[in-house]
Structures are given as C-alpha cells and as structure tokens.
C-alpha cells in the first residue's frame, strides 16, 4: 500500500497498457455488420441550398443509405441544443438560431454538414459523397470578430440584427463608474485572444448500434462523460435518456471539445436505427478543423482604475466574444458566467464590471478549451497589470504585490460574487522571484545584447475558478476475482485519473493499489455522473470516493460483527483489517468481503461490502500561482526562444507531485503554442478557413520549450475533506500572458509597447520595424 501513498509520485497504472498499444479507442471497435458513415460538408462559409442531386451517388455501389435535413424532419429529428440560457443587459433572451444536424436550407460556416453517406465502406462513401450535387447560391460571409456587430455587416441569422447573439454584464456599472471617476489614473488595453483549433490526438469517432427490440440505441464515442451526451440528445429523437446508452472507452486528449453533442453523434444514431446496423464515422484530421469546436477568440477592452498610492480601485472590461456560426452546447455560458467569475483574479477590487457580447460569424462554433474563459479573463488582467506598470513608473512585482489580497483576509468575496477560501499570492509570488533569480535578469539580458538578442522577463499571477456538476457518483464492488472495482463518474481523457483513484481507495480501505481497479465510461453500469470538465475530476469524484469508503467501512463493521461474533460497537478498521478492540482477532478486508460474498451466493443473511454514494460538491476550489518566463528574440528574424519557464503553483495538497507537474507541462505548452504559433486565419472575402492542416496551422513541438521548473505551494483548500485545488487547466491559464508579458518586455527597448498573440516571427519583425520607422 506504501507504494500508493497520498502524495507520492506515483507512476501512472494506466501507461504500460496504452504504451504497450493495448488501449482500447473508439475507432479500434467494430461490430459485425458495421457501416461506414461520410459528412458531406460544406465549401462556402454562407450560402442559401436551392437544391440537392442524390441520384448518382445512391447508385454507388456498396452504399446503403444517403441523409439529408429532409430526411431527418421528416422523421421529427430535433435540432443541436445550446445548453445556457443567457438574458442580455435588457432582459431579453440570448438569439436562439436552429442547429439542425444536417443544414436545412442554408449553411453557415465552411465544414457546415450538408448529407450523411452511409455504406459498406469508407471508400464507397466518400465516393458517393464525391457524386452529389448541392447547388449553392453563395452569400457575403463575416468572418472578422472585431467587425462583424458593425453596421451594413452581412447577417449570419437574418433576425439576429448587427449578429449580436447576446449582449450581457455582470457587476455594478453605476460603482464602478464612480470609482472610475475619482481615479487618479486610469489605464486601458485592448488585447486580442485569438481563436485555437483544439487538435486533440485522438480525432472524435462515433459509432452507433440500435437494439430494435428494445427500441433503444448504444453510443460508443469519445466523450468527456456519456451522461451529458444520452441527456442532450434523447429529446432530439423523442426519446427518454434510458433509451440511451453511451460508452466511452479510451480517449485520446479532450480539453473541453469532446464534451459536447455534436451532429455526428445524431447522424449515426439515426442511421443506426433506420438501417437495422451498427454504423461508424471516424473524423479525418482536416474534417476535424472543420467541425470540432474551437476555441477562445475575444477581443477585449480592459480598463483599470487606480488611486494616487498605487492600489487598484476599479476594472472594467468590454468583451467581443465570437460564437461562431452556430451556439454550441455551453459556448455563451464560456465567455460570460465562467469567464467573469476570475476578473477579480488575486487583486483587492472594490468593484468589477463586465460586458460581454455574443457575436454571430460565419466560422465554426467556439465553446470550452482548456480552461474556458478564464485563460481569457487572467490573460486580460495580467497584461493590463503589466501595462499599468509601464504607464504608472511602478515596478511590476510591486504594482502585484502591492494589490494582492492577504491571507487575512480569507475567506474573500470577489466583486463578481466568488468566496476565495485559501490563498497566499505573495508568498507564492516570492517563491517564484526567486526560484527564478528574477534580480539576476539584468545580468542575463546584458550577455544576450551581446549577442546581438533582445532578452526580455516576464510574469502572470493567474487565479482559476474551477466548475462541473453539483454532485459526483463513486461506486466500489469488491469482485470475485480478489479485485477492487472503483466505479467513477468521471472520464480521463489522459489525465492520469485510473492513478490518483487507486491511491485514494487503497489509502481509505488499506489495501494493495494493484488490487484496484478504475471502471468508467459507461452510463450503464455507471447510472450518472458529471463527466470531466473545468478541472473537477480529483476534487469531485475525490470526494465521492472518500463518502464511499466511509460506508464500505461501516458495512465492513457490521460484516466483522458477524463473522468475528462481535458487537459492532467493539469493531475498528486500520490499515485494512477488521478487528475486535483490545484482542489480536480480526480479519482482511478482501477476505471479509469473500466470505460475505460467498455467504450471500449461497442464500445466507450476510452485509456485503459493496457500496455506492453520490457527494455533493458543494464549493469549487481556486487554484493560483505565478508563471514566470524569460525568452530572447532575433531582431533579424523575428524569432522568439523560449529559454527559461518556471511555475511556482497552489494546488492545495497534491494527491500525486508527478501527475500534477505533467498536467502544468501540458497546460503551459498549449498556453505557448497560443502565444507564439497558432494562428487560425480565415479569408474575409469567402470565409475559407486558410489555416486548415497542420502544414499551415503550427503546434508547439517538444524542442521549442526548455524544461518546465514547477514547484508547490501547497496552500490547502478548506472546503473539500482532501484539501486539493483543481490543476488540469492550471497550465494553460498562467502560461500565455507570462509568455506575452516577457515578449513584450524583450521589444520595449525597441519602442514596443503592446504585441497580441499569436507572436509569430512575422508580427515581431514587423513591430519593431514599426517601431524603428516611428
């Protein structure tokens, strides 16, 4: 058991199996009889669907079936749901535009599905899809967020005027203005968080098979949890959720995009059902640019307000935040309720203000992606902080220190309606200092001018909010075979769950972590569950786990009573044995469970040990911690070098050092790749995504970061029995205004004051060839 310990390092259980090639993924299942399913997607970004010519592709041979929005109304097929219901400044209700399956009479960004091709193979459907014959009436596209809400801009939804889906606030306008008023300086920053296509390792696969007799369907795909999925999409068919059975077995990467609904899961199940089969569709890595949600793309004005001493008074923010051409399941709910949730971030605002508006453009829909709006909301915060700096004559560290709120003054409620249980910003902000050799950089910055390079430091304290379901289910069955089956209702998608799990059920019960297994990803066996998502899985399913133990125990009482012929009163549990107080009697708990298993089978009166409870999840954690990153740029080329990345980081205790730290290194890696390299381009005249392979749209490699140094501070939460905080998406929300930060401090020498991301080599030659010709 020793070896499964809380807090230690422990290697993952999961990784010899999936290294070794035994994972099992959605796309490695096929049933007899399988059919293979083909999007026939759209080429243009707007166009009106005056006809379509199925006749030569149904004559292909091998195919089965061909769909389009005809068929799907003709049999009462509902349309994609968006989830959030969002009232706009005036009252009134967010736009509510049709998401149908397949586009019923228009589309609305490039990739939009047109027809389903079904057939005895993939070769087969794709040629047919070749043969059919959509006839377009092409229409202006808006692809240009900033634009796109400004007068004589083509319409995405005709009743959605200036494609304004929503126009929301939070926060006190009339107090904020008035602190505004009185401040001694003000200083604003308009920052751009550009849009990500997700790219996930694992590409998303549906398969569908339908039980006529049962009149019920099973759903295998790669989901972030199949509850969400069997609930949104039962009413679609009108159907109860029963009707619905999702399994999700391995899953290759998630980061939000895999959460949702999407029309492939309708379209196979609908196949499935009117051709008596099993029928698959399987994302091709270009289709994924196409049809995956995307992420982030704000555009967002900040305004700080601060008195003569330096302390911050007020915020304010104006956010254009893109939805794309369609609302995805939560994508109103990203930029608004999560978002706003961390403007306050780890700084002492009297007040906050938030006005967010929802825009309509012809490109695919955005929703959650690592950290879902957050990253966006701390990414705004850190890189006005920074700016106010510049303008106020204030040292950056100290302009932070300066503001951040006090460990004194926990619990502390935000202007925006948060209650921060724990934290102490300055003391980690220090760490970082130091850990960093912040006081050395002159000295480093010196020895690369020599060289003919900018070097520039930077940093982010960020402050996550983690989210998810109000309640989480965990199940433990011991099983005939000796083993321990943990049932969760949770989906890791790579995250090293099965591991940190099994430490804590053999830290509860006292028993071998290689006797423990990890069962998840079928709402079947698992009736409910809140999936994975916003960081809640160990703080979740964790507590979830430990209510369970707790009545395991408690029935493993009653059971040694019985078998030890005892009162329950005189039964303690330690270090996994049962045994009577003040004798040298007891027994294993395994073997206790045996004997009443076996006591049971054979029709006895015996108390099993098994268990299910579900936990209420009653408060989320906020993670926080400060990134630092020092990087040198070729003046010559524009090419910026990452050379140094520390992160000093609030997890509260750490249930597995090493699993955590390989979370921060995957967060900050994608935070790096948004700040240096990915640039999602569209074409403004036809909508045309331009950045639509890898060859175009570049992802960070493993050579382009040096080692990321990541120490704890454990600061333990107060709400949760396990005093954990949320780290999956830590990474991700720190790391892109540190990197920007320390872009921008390498440029300011040169007469750069402000750079947006991505900071391709392009944008930071031109910058300071701006900057030279001013």
Same mark, same amino acid.
């Given at each position: 058991?020793?070896?499964?310990g809380?807090?230690?390092?422990?290697r993952?259980?999961?990784?010899?199996?999936?290294l070794?090639g035994n994972?099992?993924?959605?796309?490695?299942i096929a049933?007899? %009889?399988?059919?293979?399913?083909?999007v026939l997607?759209?080429?243009?970004?707007?166009a009106?669907i005056t006809?379509?010519?199925?006749?030569?592709? @149904?004559?292909?041979?091998?195919v089965a079936?061909?769909?389009t929005?005809?068929?799907l109304?003709?049999?009462g097929i509902g349309?994609?749901?968006?989830a959030?219901p969002v009232k706009?400044?005036?009252?009134?209700?967010r736009?509510?535009?049709p998401?149908?399956a397949?586009?019923d009479?228009?589309?609305?960004h490039?990739?939009?599905?047109?027809?389903?091709?079904v057939? !005895?193979?993939d070769?087969?459907?794709?040629?047919?899809?070749?043969l059919?014959?959509?006839?377009?009436d092409?229409?202006?596209?808006?692809?240009?967020?900033?634009?796109?809400?400004?007068?004589?801009?083509p319409?995405v939804?005709?009743?959605?005027p200036?494609?304004i889906?929503?126009?929301?606030? /939070?926060?006190?306008?009339?107090r904020t203005?008035?602190?505004?008023?009185?401040?001694?300086?003000?200083v604003?920053?308009t920052?751009?968080n550009?849009r990500?296509v997700?790219?996930?390792?694992?590409?998303?696969?549906a398969?569908?098979?339908?039980?006529a007799?049962?009149?019920?369907w099973?759903l295998y795909?790669?989901t972030?949890g199949?509850?969400? /999925?069997k609930n949104?999409?039962?009413?679609?068919?009108g159907?109860?959720?029963d009707?619905?059975?999702?399994?999700?077995p391995?899953?290759?990467?998630g980061f939000?995009? @895999?959460?949702f609904?999407?029309a492939e899961?309708?379209?196979?199940?609908?196949a499935?059902?009117?051709?008596?089969?099993p029928?698959?569709?399987?994302?091709?890595?270009s289709e994924?640019?196409?049809?995956?949600?995307?992420?982030?793309?704000?555009?967002?004005l900040?305004?700080l307000?601060?008195?003569k001493?330096?302390?911050?008074?007020?915020?304010?923010?104006r956010?254009?935040?893109?939805m794309?051409g369609?609302?995805s399941?939560?994508? &109103?709910y990203?930029?608004?309720y999560?978002?706003?949730s961390?403007l306050?971030s780890v700084y002492?605002?009297q007040?906050?203000?938030?006005n967010v508006i929802?825009?309509f453009?012809?490109t695919v829909?955005?929703?959650a992606?690592r950290?879902? %709006?957050?990253?966006?909301a701390?990414?705004?915060? !850190?890189r006005?902080v920074?700016a106010?700096?510049? !303008?106020l004559?204030?040292?950056r560290?100290?302009?932070?220190?300066?503001n951040m709120?006090? &460990?004194s003054?926990?619990?502390?409620?935000?202007?925006?309606g948060?209650?921060?249980d724990?934290?102490d910003?300055?003391?980690v902000l220090?760490?970082?200092?130091a850990?960093?050799?912040?006081?050395?950089?002159a000295?480093?910055?010196?020895e690369?001018?020599?060289r003919?390079?900018?070097?520039?430091?930077?940093l982010?304290?960020?402050?996550?909010?983690?989210g998810?379901d109000?309640?989480?289910?965990?199940?433990?069955?011991?099983?005939d075979?000796?083993?321990v089956?943990?049932?969760v209702?949770?989906q890791?998608t790579?995250q090293g769950?099965e591991t940190a799990?099994?430490?804590?059920t053999?830290?509860?019960l006292?028993?071998?972590?290689?006797?423990?297994?990890?069962?998840?990803?079928?709402t079947?066996?698992i009736?409910?569950g809140g999936?994975?998502?916003?960081?809640r899985?160990?703080y979740s399913?964790?507590?979830?786990?430990?209510?369970?133990?707790?009545?395991? /125990?408690? @029935?493993?009482?009653?059971?040694a009573?019985?078998?030890?012929?005892?009162?329950?009163?005189?039964?303690?549990?330690?270090?996994?044995?049962?045994s /009577?107080?003040g004798?040298d009697?007891?027994i294993?708990?395994?073997?206790l469970a045996a004997?009443?298993?076996? @006591?049971?089978?054979?029709?006895q009166q015996?108390?099993?040990?098994?268990?299910a409870?579900?936990?209420?999840?009653d408060?989320h954690?906020?993670?926080n911690?400060?990134?630092?990153?020092?990087v040198e740029?070729?003046?010559?080329?524009?090419?910026?070098?990452?050379?140094r990345?520390v992160?000093c980081?609030?997890?509260?205790?750490a249930?597995n050092?090493?699993?955590?730290?390989?979370?921060v290194h995957?967060g900050?890696?994608?935070g790096f790749g948004?700040?240096?390299?990915e640039?999602?381009?569209?074409?403004?005249s036809?909508?045309?995504l331009l950045s639509?392979s890898?060859?175009?749209?570049?992802?960070?490699?493993?050579?382009?970061?040096?080692d990321i140094?990541?120490?704890?501070?454990?600061?333990?939460?107060?709400?949760?029995?396990?005093g954990?905080?949320g780290a %999956?998406e830590? %990474?991700?929300?720190g790391?892109p &205004?540190?990197?920007?930060?320390?872009?921008?401090?390498?440029?300011s020498?040169?007469?750069v004051?402000q750079l947006d991301?991505?900071?391709?080599p392009?944008r930071?030659?031109?910058?300071?060839a701006?900057?030279?010709?001013a």
């Amino acid at each position: 058991m020793s070896k499964f310990g809380i807090a230690q390092p422990v290697r993952r259980v999961e990784d010899p199996r999936l290294l070794k090639g035994n994972g099992r993924y959605t796309d490695d299942i096929a049933p007899p %009889g399988m059919l293979c399913g083909v999007v026939l997607r759209s080429p243009h970004a707007a166009a009106r669907i005056t006809g379509i010519d199925i006749a030569a592709a @149904k004559s292909v041979p091998g195919v089965a079936a061909i769909y389009t929005s005809a068929d799907l109304k003709a049999d009462g097929i509902g349309g994609l749901p968006c989830a959030v219901p969002v009232k706009s400044r005036d009252g009134s209700d967010r736009a509510d535009p049709p998401h149908p399956a397949l586009a019923d009479g228009a589309v609305h960004h490039v990739g939009d599905p047109v027809a389903f091709i079904v057939a !005895e193979t993939d070769d087969a459907a794709r040629d047919a899809a070749e043969l059919i014959d959509v006839q377009y009436d092409v229409l202006p596209s808006v692809t240009d967020l900033p634009t796109a809400t400004d007068p004589g801009q083509p319409l995405v939804w005709d009743n959605v005027p200036n494609n304004i889906a929503f126009d929301w606030e /939070i926060g006190d306008k009339a107090r904020t203005d008035a602190l505004f008023a009185q401040a001694a300086r003000t200083v604003s920053l308009t920052v751009v968080n550009n849009r990500i296509v997700v790219s996930s390792m694992e590409p998303r696969v549906a398969l569908a098979e339908y039980d006529a007799g049962e009149a019920r369907w099973t759903l295998y795909a790669n989901t972030q949890g199949g509850w969400l /999925i069997k609930n949104l999409m039962a009413p679609l068919f009108g159907a109860e959720p029963d009707k619905f059975r999702v399994i999700t077995p391995d899953v290759g990467g998630g980061f939000g995009m @895999k959460l949702f609904l999407y029309a492939e899961h309708v379209l196979t199940c609908y196949a499935a059902r009117k051709l008596g089969r099993p029928v698959k569709w399987t994302s091709e890595r270009s289709e994924a640019f196409l049809c995956d949600t995307q992420g982030r793309d704000n555009v967002t004005l900040g305004e700080l307000a601060v008195d003569k001493d330096g302390k911050f008074l007020a915020l304010r923010t104006r956010n254009l935040a893109n939805m794309g051409g369609y609302l995805s399941n939560f994508g &109103p709910y990203i930029p608004t309720y999560a978002g706003t949730s961390v403007l306050a971030s780890v700084y002492g605002f009297q007040q906050v203000y938030a006005n967010v508006i929802g825009v309509f453009t012809n490109t695919v829909p955005v929703d959650a992606y690592r950290g879902a %709006g957050r990253p966006e909301a701390n990414y705004l915060v !850190e890189r006005l902080v920074d700016a106010a700096a510049r !303008e106020l004559g204030i040292d950056r560290v100290e302009l932070r220190r300066r503001n951040m709120v006090p &460990p004194s003054a926990m619990p502390h409620s935000t202007p925006v309606g948060k209650t921060y249980d724990s934290g102490d910003f300055v003391r980690v902000l220090d760490a970082a200092l130091a850990k960093m050799d912040w006081n050395g950089f002159a000295g480093r910055r010196a020895e690369a001018t020599r060289r003919g390079k900018r070097r520039g430091i930077g940093l982010s304290y960020y402050l996550e909010a983690t989210g998810g379901d109000p309640t989480e289910r965990a199940e433990i069955r011991f099983a005939d075979d000796g083993f321990v089956d943990v049932y969760v209702g949770t989906q890791s998608t790579g995250q090293g769950h099965e591991t940190a799990y099994v430490q804590l059920t053999a830290d509860r019960l006292g028993i071998d972590g290689d006797k423990v297994r990890i069962r998840q990803g079928d709402t079947d066996t698992i009736p409910v569950g809140g999936g994975t998502g916003g960081a809640r899985s160990l703080y979740s399913e964790g507590q979830a786990i430990l209510v369970t133990a707790a009545s395991v /125990i408690e @029935k493993g009482k009653r059971a040694a009573s019985e078998a030890l012929e005892a009162a329950v009163a005189d039964i303690a549990f330690d270090a996994g044995r049962f045994s /009577i107080v003040g004798t040298d009697r007891g027994i294993d708990i395994l073997a206790l469970a045996a004997t009443q298993r076996q @006591k049971a089978g054979a029709g006895q009166q015996a108390t099993t040990l098994d268990a299910a409870e579900i936990a209420n999840i009653d408060n989320h954690t906020f993670p926080n911690g400060c990134h630092m990153a020092e990087v040198e740029v070729d003046p010559d080329t524009g090419h910026i070098e990452l050379v140094r990345y520390v992160v000093c980081d609030d997890v509260g205790k750490a249930v597995n050092p090493m699993i955590v730290r390989g979370q921060v290194h995957g967060g900050v890696t994608q935070g790096f790749g948004q700040a240096v390299l990915e640039r999602t381009a569209y074409d403004p005249s036809s909508g045309q995504l331009l950045s639509g392979s890898w060859m175009d749209y570049a992802l960070p490699r493993a050579g382009d970061l040096p080692d990321i140094e990541v120490e704890f501070i454990e600061v333990p939460c107060t709400t949760n029995p396990l005093g954990v905080k949320g780290a %999956g998406e830590a %990474g991700a929300v720190g790391s892109p &205004p540190a990197v920007m930060n320390a872009i921008v401090d390498a440029l300011s020498e040169a007469g750069v004051k402000q750079l947006d991301m991505p900071a391709t080599p392009e944008r930071v030659w031109r910058a300071l060839a701006a900057a030279r010709a001013a």
